[in-house]
C-alpha cells in the first residue's frame, strides 16, 4: 500500500514500511514537519508494519553470540547490534505517531524528531560498520523490542511507560560500559558516535517521561504506582544495576523512582 502523506501522522507511515534499512532511515530525515498534524484522525492500519529488510536474520535474545572484542569481527558486531536497536527505535517512534490518535500536536512533533534523531545515528552506525569492512545485516540480531511494541499496541499509556522509559532507560545505563568495551579495544570512533547517542537519548527519554506523566494526568492516575503495574501486566524485563543516574536525572526521573530500580 502507498500512502501519500497529507498530514505529518501519515507521512510517519512512509519510513516505518520501508523495508530497506538506509532508504527508511533517509525517509524519517525528511519527513516535513511543517505538515498538519491531525492528531484526531483515526488512521487504517496499512498492514505491513514495520518493513523489516531480509538481513540481518533475526533470533532470541538469548540466542545471541558474543564475540572476543579482540578481533575486528567482534567490534563489528557490537557496533552492528547498536546499529539494529537504533533502526527499531526509528520504527518504535514512527508507530506511535501514526497509531495513537487525539495526543496534542506538540506530542506528535516530539516522536517525528526523535525519529529523525534515532535515523542519524544508524546511518552513523552503518557509516561506521563499512569503514571497518561490514554492513548492517551481516550479523544476526535480537527481536525483543518490537516484540513489546507488539504487546503494547493498543494501549498509549503502556507503550510511551515501557519503550522510552524502560527499554530506552536501559540504553542510558548500558551506554557507558558499552563505550568503555569498545574504546578499550581500540574503537575510538565508535566512542565518538556513542557520545552523541547517549546525549540525545536522554532527550528521548525525557520526553516519555514527561508525555507518559501527562497522560497519567489525564487518566487521574499515579505514575510511579502505576508505571509497577505496566512492568507486571506486560512482562517488561527487570532493569537491573548498573545505572546511570546521571543520565536519569538528566532524563527527569524523579529521585523516588531511582531509589525503587530493580524492584
Given amino acids: 500500500m502507498v500512502v501519500t502523506p497529507i498530514s505529518l501522522r501519515q507521512a510517519a507511515l512512509l519510513p516505518l514500511l520501508e523495508s530497506h534499512a538506509v532508504r527508511k532511515a533517509q525517509l524519517a530525515l525528511a519527513i516535513d514537519t511543517r505538515l498538519p498534524v491531525s ?28 564475540l572476543s572484542l579482540a578481533t ?20 518504535l517512534a514512527l508507530d506511535v505517531v501514526w497509531r495513537f490518535a487525539g495526543m496534542p500536536d506538540a506530542f506528535y512533533l516530539d516522536w517525528v524528531q526523535i525519529a ?12 561506521h560498520l563499512q569503514s571497518l569492512g561490514f554492513d548492517y545485516g551481516d550479523f544476526p540480531a535480537h527481536h525483543a523490542l518490537w516484540q513489546m511494541a507488539e504487546r503494547t499496541q493498543s494501549d498509549l499509556l503502556a507503550r510511551i511507560g515501557l519503550v522510552p522509559r524502560t527499554l530506552e532507560a536501559r540504553g542510558l545505563d548500558a551506554s557507558p560500559g558499552v563505550k568503555n568495551k569498545l574504546v578499550s579495544a581500540g574503537d575510538m570512533v565508535a566512542g565518538q558516535i556513542l557520545d552523541i547517542i547517549l546525549e540525545e537519548e536522554i532527550g528521548h527519554v525525557a520526553a516519555g517521561n514527561r508525555w507518559y506523566r501527562f497522560i497519567c494526568q489525564e487518566r487521574g492516575l499515579d505514575p510511579i504506582s502505576t508505571y509497577s503495574e505496566l512492568i507486571q501486566t506486560y512482562k517488561a524485563p527487570k532493569l537491573r544495576a548498573p545505572y546511570n543516574l546521571e543520565a536519569r536525572r538528566k532524563a527527569g526521573f524523579e529521585e523516588e523512582e531511582l531509589n525503587r530500580l530493580g524492584e
Avoid at 39 to 56: L, M
Avoid at 72 to 90: D, P, T
Wanted: aromatic share 2%; net charge negative; charged share 25%.
Fill in 72 to 91: 575486528l569481527e567482534g567490534r563489528a558486531a557490537l557496533v552492528h547490534s547498536i546499529a539494529h536497536i537504533e533502526l527499531n527505535a526509528i520504527d
Fill in 39 to 66: 492528531a484526531q484522525e483515526a488512521i487504517p492500519n496499512p498492514g505491513g508494519i514495520p518493513g523489516r529488510p531480509d538481513r540481518p536474520i533475526l533470533v532470541a535474545h538469548t540466542e545471541m553470540r558474543h
Fill in 116 to 127: 529523525k534523531e534515532e535515523a542519524k545515528h544508524f546511518l552513523l552506525l552503518q557509516k
